[in-house]
């Protein structure tokens, strides 16, 4: 690329519009692609997942019967909301599974307990995560069953038998220790509350996002906001005119991406 015709824009990318964006960024990667039509892709429940799930099963007209809302076994709320409430947002009874599509077809209701033993080469698993070092791309994956969880499952099929795994984690999780040193004092016998999985994959933030889809290098400069941009990020994209034309059609299809609601 000519250096003299490269030129940068900023775009603002609140934290809604930045699960939505990476959801889409999904369908332009080529091994997903082969895998929604002949290979199995268990899309693992969680919220930044619902958007992915979204994406994916619209992609093979089969989105109709999915909805967001339930679509997790556990989440992050404001103080406000007590320990019953939480309770009852993650209760096993309404959680309607994970999203598993067999060879173009979502099979509804299994969980990535119910296939992971038949998982293999060529299928794919996409998790979320909950803290994000950007610069080693390196996840860390809060855990609170006492058999470590969804987590546990995955990493069997992915060390055991190459399994791939795929990220999508949005640039509001990312903290600025190392993630191992992090997961070994919160799994310390020493420390309370939740444990952490540290994990490695194909971390797809909204910066990978952006690059995949529009070929451009996408970099965070600021983050922060207020009435709604809290936890927004601040991304400026270089690249050509053309380039930067598709990338600001891109930021205008989902920027008014509403908030997640329960």
């Known amino acids: ?7 940068t824009k900023q775009f603002l990318i609140t934290p809604a519009a930045g699960k939505r964006l990476i959801a889409k960024s999904m369908l332009f990667i080529p091994a997903i692609n082969k895998a929604l039509e002949s290979k199995t892709i268990v899309i693992i429940a969680g919220t ?34 007590s320990v019953t409430d939480m309770g009852k947002l993650s209760s096993e009874d309404q959680f309607p599974g994970d999203v598993v599509i067999i060879n173009g077809k979502w099979e509804k209701g299994l969980t990535i307990f119910d296939v992971v033993d038949s998982l293999k080469k060529g299928d794919i698993i996409i998790k979320g995560a909950n803290a994000l070092d950007v610069e080693n791309k390196q996840a860390g994956i809060f855990i609170g069953h006492p058999k470590a969880g969804t987590i ?24 600025s220790g190392n993630i191992n040193t992090i997961a070994q004092k919160l799994n310390s016998p020493n420390t309370s509350g939740l444990r952490m999985f540290p994990v490695t994959g194909n971390i797809i933030t909204e910066l990978d996002a952006i690059n995949i889809i529009t070929k451009t290098n ?45």
């Open 152 to 175: 546990n499952a995955v990493m069997q099929a992915v060390v055991g038998r190459r399994v791939e795994l795929y990220l999508p984690i949005g640039l509001e999780k990312r903290i």
């Open 48 to 81: 930044t997942n619902g958007y992915v799930a979204e994406e994916l099963l619209g992609d093979i007209n089969q989105a109709a019967q999915f909805s967001r809302n339930r679509f997790f076994r556990g989440v992050t709320m404001p103080p406000r909301y």
């Open 1 to 7: 690329m000519d250096n003299e015709k490269i030129i």
């Open 218 to 262: 996408a970099e965070l400069v600021a983050a922060g906001g207020v009435c709604g941009a809290e936890g927004s990020c601040w991304v400026a994209v270089s690249g050509n005119e053309q380039q930067i034309d598709q990338v600001e059609r891109l930021i205008q299809s989902i920027c008014e991406e509403p908030n997640f609601l329960i």
